[in-house]
C-alpha cells in the first residue's frame, strides 16, 4: 500500500511540498470504479443463487484459455478485469488502482490512460493463458500493475508512503515491485497471477516509451500523404520543424530524455513542443 506524495518533479517542491491521499476520481478511474463494485455485486448475486448460473456468468467472462471450454470469447480478454474473488482481492486491487490511476490519468489524458489500462489487462490474460492454459483468471491486476509503472516513469522522483509509513520514490518502489512479483512467480503463483502481474508492469513500460512515437508515426503517414504537416517547438522563437524526419528524431530525443531524466528535465520549450503533439495525437 503506498500513500502518495511529494512531488520532486515539480517546480514548486522545495518551495510548498503537496501532500495527498491517492490520485482522486478521475474519469477513466471512476468509471473503471463503478463497472468493478457492480460486477461484483452482481457476482455475489450470482453465488447464493441455486444452479449454476455463476459458473456460466464466469464462464463467459472471465479470461479463459482458448479450447479449455470448447468456446472462445475475444470479450474475455477485457472482461476479466471486471471480475474478482473475493473482497479483498477487489479492495487491494481498487485501493491500488485510486492510490495511482488518477496521477497517471491526469498526466496522459482520460483516452490514453484509458488505452493504457486495457492494454496491459490484455497483456495480462495473454500471458498468464500461455503460462497455465489450464486455468482461469480473473482481476484488474494487470491493469493496476501496469498503472503502478506508468506512474513510476512518468514521476520517478515522486515520493510515496509505502504502507503509510516508510518513504520512498516511486521509482525504487517499481523495482520493489518488480522484484517481488519475479519471486512470487518464480514458486508458481499459488492462485496468484504473478505472470499477468508481471505482464501487465511490462506492456505499461512499452507503451509509455513507445506509444508517442507510435502515434507521432501515423500521424507523420496522414500529414505526410496530404501534404500539410508542420511541426512546432514553441516559444517565442518558435522554430518549424518542414520534414518528418527531422520531426521523429526531435520526438525520439525528447522521449528518450523524460525516460532517463524525467519530465523535469525538460525545458519550457520542449514541453511545448510535446504538448502540441499531445493535443494534435488527441484529435
Known amino acids: 500500500m503506498i500513500r502518495p506524495y511529494y512531488n520532486l518533479s515539480e517546480p514548486s517542491y522545495s518551495q510548498r511540498p503537496a501532500m495527498r491521499i491517492g490520485g482522486g476520481f478521475t474519469a477513466a478511474v471512476k468509471w473503471i470504479f463503478l463497472i468493478c463494485i457492480g460486477v461484483f455485486l452482481l457476482q455475489t448475486i450470482l453465488k447464493n443463487q441455486p444452479g449454476g448460473a ?4 464466469e464462464d463467459t467472462f472471465a479470461f479463459v484459455p482458448m479450447g479449455r471450454l470448447g468456446t472462445y470469447y475475444l470479450w474475455q480478454y477485457v472482461t476479466y478485469m471486471a471480475l474478482h474473488a473475493d473482497f479483498w482481492h477487489i479492495f487491494f486491487n481498487l485501493f491500488f488502482f485510486y492510490m495511482v490511476g488518477g496521477i497517471v490519468e491526469r498526466r496522459l489524458g482520460t483516452r490514453r490512460f484509458t ?8 497483456a495480462g490474460a495473454i500471458a498468464q493463458g500461455l503460462i497455465f492454459p489450464d486455468s482461469r483468471t480473473i482481476g484488474a491486476s494487470a491493469g493496476v500493475m501496469g498503472a503502478a509503472a506508468a506512474c513510476a516513469l512518468l514521476y520517478p522522483d515522486m515520493v510515496v508512503l509505502v504502507l503509510f509509513i516508510i518513504p520512498m520514490k516511486m521509482k525504487h518502489f517499481l523495482l520493489i515491485l518488480v522484484a517481488f512479483e519475479i519471486f512470487g512467480a518464480s514458486r508458481g503463483g499459488n492462485g496468484i497471477a504473478y505472470f499477468a502481474h508481471l ?3 511490462a506492456a505499461a513500460w512499452l507503451y509509455i516509451r513507445y506509444e508517442l512515437r507510435v502515434a507521432a508515426f501515423f500521424s507523420n503517414l496522414y500529414y505526410g500523404s496530404k501534404g500539410r504537416f508542420r511541426g512546432f517547438t514553441g516559444g517565442p522563437k518558435s522554430t518549424h520543424i518542414e520534414d518528418d524526419t527531422t520531426y521523429r528524431t526531435e520526438v525520439d530525443r525528447l522521449l528518450d530524455k523524460i525516460f532517463k531524466q524525467g519530465t523535469q528535465s525538460l525545458t519550457q520549450e520542449e514541453n511545448e513542443f510535446l ?3 499531445s493535443e494534435r495525437f488527441r484529435k
Not at 115 to 122: A, E, K, P, R, T
Open 54 to 57: 455463476y459458473r456460466a456468468f
Open 115 to 122: 488505452y493504457l489500462f486495457l492494454v496491459c489487462g490484455i
Open 199 to 201: 505482464a501487465g508492469l
Open 275 to 277: 504538448k502540441k503533439q
